[in-house]
């Protein structure tokens, strides 16, 4: 039964590639971010199913209980998370930002106000697409 | 569950559907991490995920507008093969990857046993997670301390705190009188709960970073249901900016005072009379030390978000 064993992975590669999926199609900055979370939350997901062990319990230690899972990962994504709201916020502040700027936080508008200083003119219809 | 909310997150297009399934979704991932073991993670998705970015997501999509509009000529031919290709080359990947929870994996023969084996009588904790995070890996977790300080610093210079002059008026009857009466009688309760999760660390499930979450959600629980302004006054940001630092610097100084008492930056040993002592003290204190950054932090993020949105109306 290869393929079972393996479907912890390939949930996180779904989760993740639909984080990816969320980032480079949606046109909405917010969306992007929110894709980028569940990007990260997938590789969190990847790192505590590895500490998992068979049978084992949470690494707290008590009497008569031997088997524990693997307490590294889980230090590891403790803190990822805290820093991950961190950076997020730091995302939205820029969002925040860049509504402030171009009164819009749609992608390809605000490609095309770029487009339009820095040549003068309007986008042309090949690239917009 | 999970995959069944990131369809729906991808497909949908109303911003505040979105976010409030974010939050479902940590708090998924959270049940998850509890079947995984790994307790302390989940407490921390669950605070972190489901509270505060849900919250933080929301100030924003208040300033930015929740409506998306559409986009008038997408392709989605070309990110959905990327999406694919990108997917069957990690799948092929995980082909030689070992199976889930095997206890003969390579990540299970590194440095793992010591931690299981050795920790509970050289650091003389139970919780072998927070053993971990404070002591042998206390760079590791400085550096995160440091980097969420980092990201707060970034946000303030960004976006800064406006403290609002005036004061609400309070001869008015309030505008949600049972959520306030029901806020009064929960933030206590919180508050204490994450002092337990902040001090009980060492022996179940929790340590500074949940605690210092779980610190912030009683004020921000506390901001929402009555005004910013009773909120800044209660814990004032340049008070927080304070502490933020203070909570850094505390981490900080505890290397440099075991350098002083002559062992390694971070090697609590030196701290007390035996080497255990000094690793109960030394934990203590850098625990200490994150919570008070992490809740600080977390706070003053809040702040900045909700007085930006504020100020605008």
């Known amino acids: ?129 | 569950m999970l995959v069944f909310t990131t369809v729906a997150i991808v497909r949908l297009r109303s911003l505040f559907a979105i976010v409030m399934l974010s939050g479902i979704y940590s708090l998924l991932s959270a049940n998850i991490f509890i079947v995984l073991d790994a307790v302390d993670v989940a407490f921390t998705e669950a605070a972190v995920g489901a509270g505060i970015s849900t919250v933080l997501m929301l100030a924003t999509i208040g300033i930015t507008g929740y409506e998306m509009k559409k986009r008038s000529n997408i392709k989605r031919f070309i990110p959905l093969l990327v999406v694919t290709v990108t997917g069957a080359v990690l799948v092929y990947g995980t082909l030689d990857m070992p199976a889930f929870s095997d206890a003969i994996a390579p990540i299970h023969q590194h440095v793992a046993p010591r931690y299981i084996l050795d920790s509970p009588q050289e650091i003389g904790i139970p919780n072998m997670v927070t053993s971990v995070l404070a002591s042998y890996r206390g760079y590791d977790t400085m550096g995160e301390v440091i980097v969420v300080f980092a990201a707060l610093v970034g946000v303030l210079s960004l976006i800064g705190i406006r403290e609002p002059k005036v004061p609400p008026n309070y001869i008015e009857p309030p505008a949600r009188p049972i959520l306030q009466v029901m806020a009064k009688f929960f933030v206590p309760f919180i508050i204490l709960f994450a002092l337990y999760v902040q001090f009980h660390g060492d022996f179940g499930p929790g340590g500074g970073f949940q605690a210092g979450v779980i610190f912030s959600v009683a004020i921000i629980l506390y901001t929402l249901t009555f005004s910013q302004y009773d909120g800044m006054r209660l814990t004032p940001p340049h008070i927080l900016k304070i502490l933020a630092a203070a909570g850094v610097l505390i981490f900080g100084g505890t290397g440099v005072w075991t350098l002083l008492k002559g062992g390694n930056f971070l090697n609590y040993s030196v701290l007390g009379k035996t080497s255990v002592e000094g690793q109960h003290l030394g934990i203590l204190i850098i625990e200490f030390g994150v919570g008070l950054t992490v809740a600080a932090a977390m706070m003053l993020l809040f702040f900045a978000f909700v007085s930006r949105g504020n100020s605008k109306l």
């Open chain 1, 1 to 129: 039964m290869m393929s079972f064993e393996l479907y912890n992975y390939w949930v996180v590669i779904f989760l993740m590639m639909a984080g990816f999926y969320i980032l480079i199609a949606s046109n909405h900055l917010i969306k992007k971010i929110i894709g980028l979370n569940i990007f990260q939350t997938s590789v969190f997901m990847l790192y505590i199913s590895m500490g998992k062990v068979t049978g084992g319990t949470a690494p707290i230690a008590v009497e008569g209980i031997t088997n524990y899972s693997n307490p590294l990962p889980h230090v590891l994504i403790l803190t990822a998370i805290v820093v991950g709201i961190a950076t997020t916020s730091l995302a939205l502040a820029l969002v925040i930002r860049i509504k402030e700027a171009y009164d819009t936080v749609q992608e390809d508008e605000i490609l095309e106000m770029d487009y339009n200083d820095d040549h003068g003119t309007a986008l042309p219809e090949a690239d917009t697409k």
